[in-house]
């Protein structure tokens, strides 16, 4: 039953002091507001409590993304979409850039904030284990000033933290240091967004003359908090990576973590794939390449791991079209061979959100259609080159293949995605027409896949020029 709007009161003070002002006044009696994406499900379920309600919803103080030469302060109020469109968060927190992806959709991710992400508290929540991996620090602010304090001892049970009623959290500070660390992310859901986690891992890892030099590994869903595995990461630190390890790792996760039967899954499934993940991370951190093992004979590749960031992800952007997977490219380097190359490309293309996807979706042209002049050269060419068969087709098969194009986008709301390397006009015709069939849900996993197929072909072609 729906919450009736009399039994809450709500105001906007519209500055930070007056804000903790009030909440000093009648602590525990005023609820802080901001983008509003978990209370008003609660409202709109009849569960949340007839409340005093205090927006704290845009306020300069809290919107704020700072750079200092150590440090990266980032507002509590800030959004999620903030934090993706962020170049220094991007490029040195690719953690925290690829947690914002998964955050709920496009709607939640202009609203959704990362301060509010904190004080919800839900052990579930897909950014908070990337905070306990960059050891993030939080400054809580009320009318007493502010103090300081390592996130990893903010959650004191579920749905229980160290805030006092009278603070807000103002800002989230993340040191500068983790140029050198591979980072690793896997959402285990539904879906890659718009799900809930039934399992997520954040990781960060540094080699270092063939051992484990450093490493941080936090999981969610996985315990009544955000957890950072302390145990497993005392058995790793210092050894080298082989299947001796990487099995007692997954049995000290396993003891480490407290996983609970709920509607989305089992304890049990939960513990074996938390562990299956840490060894995942594991297999990739011990795959990263030392600079003496990278292909010097590629001229491409060996050009692309020494060229900036921007430069890195404006060269191969073209294969692929989505720009968070150029970016997390980028983030990958230096990548030893093709092979790598690849693997790193799945990988990141895996765990992108359906609004990356559709970015790349909509580098292409239709199916049957010339490129666009806006279309960057390379991959305008190289789509020519993928639909040669379907451009030699006669005017029958093209004007069929036209309707069935106008047909899908009515029916999904973008254009046909298809690997057509090889493919007639008659044969992706017939591919198209099955795939109208599909749900939304299944045929924006078949375009993914088909997507992520166009990009090991180009990947391939992008490494022999």
């Known amino acids: 039953m729906r919450s009736n709007p009399s039994d809450y009161e709500m105001i906007a003070p519209g500055s930070l002091h007056a804000i903790v002002s009030l909440l000093a006044k009648e602590p525990g009696k005023w609820l802080p507001l901001a983008g509003g994406t978990d209370l008003m499900v609660q409202y709109a379920a009849g569960k949340l409590p007839p409340r005093k309600l205090i927006s704290i ?68 929540a897909d950014s908070l284990p990337t905070l306990l991996a960059y050891e993030a620090e939080l400054v809580l602010v009320s009318v007493r000033g502010e103090r300081k304090l390592p996130y990893v001892s903010f959650h004191t049970g579920y749905k229980q933290t160290l805030l006092a009623p009278d603070e807000l959290i103002q800002t989230v500070c993340l040191q500068r240091r983790y140029s050198r660390y591979f980072s690793h992310a896997r959402k285990v859901g539904a879906r890659n967004a718009q799900a809930i986690s039934k399992v997520c891992i954040a990781g960060l890892g540094r080699m270092a003359n063939g051992v484990v030099e450093d490493i941080r590994v936090a999981l969610g869903s996985v315990a009544p908090v955000p957890l950072r595995l302390t145990k497993t990461e005392q058995v790793v630190k210092g050894q080298t990576v082989d299947a001796a390890l990487m099995t007692l790792a997954k049995k000290t996760t396993m003891a480490e973590i407290r996983p609970i039967d709920d509607i989305r899954s089992t304890a049990r499934y939960r513990s074996e794939v938390a562990g299956n993940l840490v060894v995942e991370f594991l297999n990739h951190l011990n795959s990263q390449p030392a600079e003496s093992a990278l292909d010097m004979d590629n001229e491409v590749l060996a050009g692309w791991n020494r060229a900036s960031d921007s430069d890195a992800m404006s060269t191969i952007l073209p294969c692929c079209g989505s720009n968070a997977w150029a970016r997390g490219m980028a983030g990958r380097r230096p990548l030893a061979d093709e092979a790598a190359v690849l ?14 996807w559709m970015d790349a979706f909509q580098s292409h042209p239709r199916i049957g259609e010339t490129p666009k002049a806006q279309t960057p050269t390379q991959s305008g060419a190289w789509s020519t080159q993928e639909q040669r068969k379907v451009a030699d087709a006669d005017a029958a098969a093209k004007e069929a293949l036209s309707e069935a194009n106008g047909e899908y986008e009515r029916r999904f709301g973008r254009i046909f995605i298809v690997c057509a390397t090889g493919k007639s006009a008659p044969e992706i015709l017939e591919i198209m027409r099955r795939r109208l069939q599909n749900s939304a849900e299944t045929e924006l996993e078949e375009a993914a896949e088909q997507q992520r197929q166009i990009t090991e072909i180009r990947l391939r072609k992008w490494l022999q020029r």
Do not use: K, M
């Open 57 to 124: 919803w845009n306020l300069p103080e809290l919107r704020r993304i700072e750079v200092t030469p150590n440090e990266l302060q980032i507002g509590a109020g800030c959004t999620y979409t903030d934090l993706r469109s962020h170049e220094v968060v991007a490029r040195e927190f690719p953690l925290l850039a690829g947690a914002a992806r998964w955050t709920g959709g496009i709607a939640n991710q202009n609203r959704g904030t990362i301060g509010g992400n904190i004080v919800n508290a839900s052990p579930a």
């Open 343 to 356: 693997v790193a490309s799945n990988d990141i293309w895996r765990n992108l959100s359906p609004s990356d």
